[in-house]
T-cell receptor, first 115, second 112 residues
Framework: EPEVTQTPSHQVTQMGQEVILRCVPI?????FYWYRQILGQKVEFLVS????????KSEIFDDQFSVERPDGSNFTLKIRSTKLEDSAMYFC?????????????FGDGTRLSIL | GENVEQHPSTLSVQEGDSAVIKCTYS??????FPWYKQELGKGPQLIID?????GEKKDQRIAVTLNKTAKHFSLHITETQPEDSAVYFC???????????FGAGTQVVVTP
């Protein structure tokens, strides 16, 4: 069964450094998402992306965050200047847009640790 | 905005018994309610979903019920097995393509 793939599985970064989290959505999916889960808290929506532009973003997704689809297969989340509070599990999801309403499929996540 | 509450936070059941997890939501405009199962070290995996035009949906040992008037929905797992042990999340959204608002999760432990 096709899967959403995320790399790396664990990223350790110094505070203030830039970090890029990578995702390969399921082939032929066109709707992409990033969520995050701070330890002990709910999974929170960050941003959705469709047709090469942001569809919706949450209050968390401020100017320090950006997303990009640099080629036909990757979808990235960049945090420009990381803070301690950015430490969390980051999940990428993708969704098919054909054949009616389709669910979101999640990757296994990247654990981001800011030191 | 939408707020989803999920109970219980932990649930321990004997193998073969049933497990029920309940969620409530606040936004009456929500009309899509998926359930995800998350095993250790893995991402959330969709197990079943329901839309507001349906009151109940079943898939083998898993069923979901929705009460739009009361704004709550529940996951029912029958004949539980050790491999059902995981964290289960409910979520709500305006549509399947919209942002998902998650509940806090339920840790289910099935003991042999």
């Amino acid at each position: 069964e096709p899967e959403v793939t995320q790399t790396p599985s664990h990223q350790v970064t110094q505070m203030g450094q830039e970090v890029i989290l990578r995702c390969v959505p399921i082939s032929n999916h066109l709707y992409f998402y990033w969520y995050r889960q701070i330890l002990g808290q709910k999974v929170e929506f960050l941003v959705s992306f469709y047709n090469n532009e942001i569809s919706e973003k949450s209050e968390i997704f401020d100017d320090q965050f950006s997303v990009e689809r640099p080629d036909g297969s990757n979808f990235t989340l960049k945090i420009r200047s990381t803070k301690l509070e950015d430490s969390a599990m980051y999940f990428c999801a993708s969704r098919d847009t054909t054949g009616g309403p389709q669910p979101q499929h999640f990757g296994d996540g990247t654990r981001l640790s800011i030191l | 905005g939408e707020n989803v509450e999920q109970h219980p936070s932990t649930l321990s059941v004997q193998e073969g018994d049933s497990a029920v997890i309940k969620c409530t939501y606040s936004d009456s405009a929500s009309n899509y309610f998926p359930w995800y199962k998350q095993e250790l070290g893995k991402g959330p995996q969709l197990i079943i979903d329901i839309r507001s035009n349906v009151g109940e949906k079943k898939d083998q040992r898993i069923a979901v019920t929705l009460n739009k008037t009361a704004k709550h929905f529940s996951l029912h797992i029958t004949e539980t097995q050790p491999e059902d042990s995981a964290v289960y999340f409910c979520a709500a959204s305006m549509d399947s393509w919209g942002k998902l608002q998650f509940g806090a999760g339920t840790q289910v432990v099935v003991t042999p």
